[in-house]
T-cell receptor, first 114, second 116 residues
């Protein structure tokens, strides 16, 4: 049973560019959440997708956008990259309607903005 | 603004010793999670605590939750080197979606180093 997968593993971009990160949830899961983890910090919630719609959003600017596909996989897009966007981006999946189930995290994508 | 505070942020222990990591949070929640993260790796789920007084144990780690005090603890018994990692607590504050998880608010993490 495959867990949460993310691609790419590492990415280097320059300021002003745009980036797309991808996530496939754990088999049987229908909800995908994205987190940003800066070095030495805890993860910060970006947004969550369910039934192909953004259901919740954290305190991130509109430069951060996403999408969920019918197969429940998801993309995170970041436009006009800033140096401060350098971080580990984590995708987590869960199953809606299951109180208390933990989110399963993927291995992450390390984004470096130069 | 919801805050989740862990202490200590850094912990250096000797093998065989016991210690407790504390997680305080500032809003009502009865769902608290503990995760482990090794350097350069993702988050591994350790415990899910869903009610006041919940206690869970796995090997040398035991977690508890006191929702009235808004406090969770992660107790380490007879530490071994393999426990060296960063430990995060996270609080689920959103209850609006059929009981599924809302967004998680994480503490800054406790970096644990166990030395021989």
């Amino acid at each position: 049973d495959a867990g949460v997968t993310q691609s790419p593993t590492h990415l280097i971009k320059t300021r002003g560019q745009q980036v797309t990160l991808r996530c496939s949830p754990k088999s049987g899961h229908d909800t995908v959440s994205w987190y940003q983890q800066a070095l030495g910090q805890g993860p910060q919630f970006i947004f969550q997708y369910y039934e192909e719609e953004e259901r919740q959003r954290g305190n991130f600017p509109d430069r951060f956008s996403g999408h969920q596909f019918p197969n429940y996989s998801s993309e995170l897009n970041v436009n006009a990259l800033l140096l401060g966007d350098s971080a580990l981006y984590l995708c987590a999946s869960s199953l809606a309607g299951r109180p208390g189930d933990e989110q399963f995290f993927g291995p992450g994508t390390r984004l470096t903005v130069l | 603004e919801l805050k989740v505070e862990q202490n200590p942020l850094f912990l250096s222990m000797q093998e065989g010793k016991n210690y407790t990591i504390y997680c305080n949070y500032s809003t009502t929640s009865d769902r608290l999670y503990w995760y482990r993260q090794d350097p350069g790796k993702s988050l591994e789920s350790l415990f899910v605590l869903l009610s006041n007084g919940a206690v869970k144990q796995e090997g040398r780690l035991m977690a508890s939750l006191d929702t009235k005090a808004r406090l969770s603890t992660l107790h380490i018994t007879a530490a071994v080197h393999d426990l060296s990692a960063t430990y995060f607590c996270a609080v689920d504050i959103n209850r609006n979606y059929g009981g599924s998880q809302g967004n998680l608010i994480f503490g800054k993490g406790t970096k644990l180093s166990v030395k021989p």
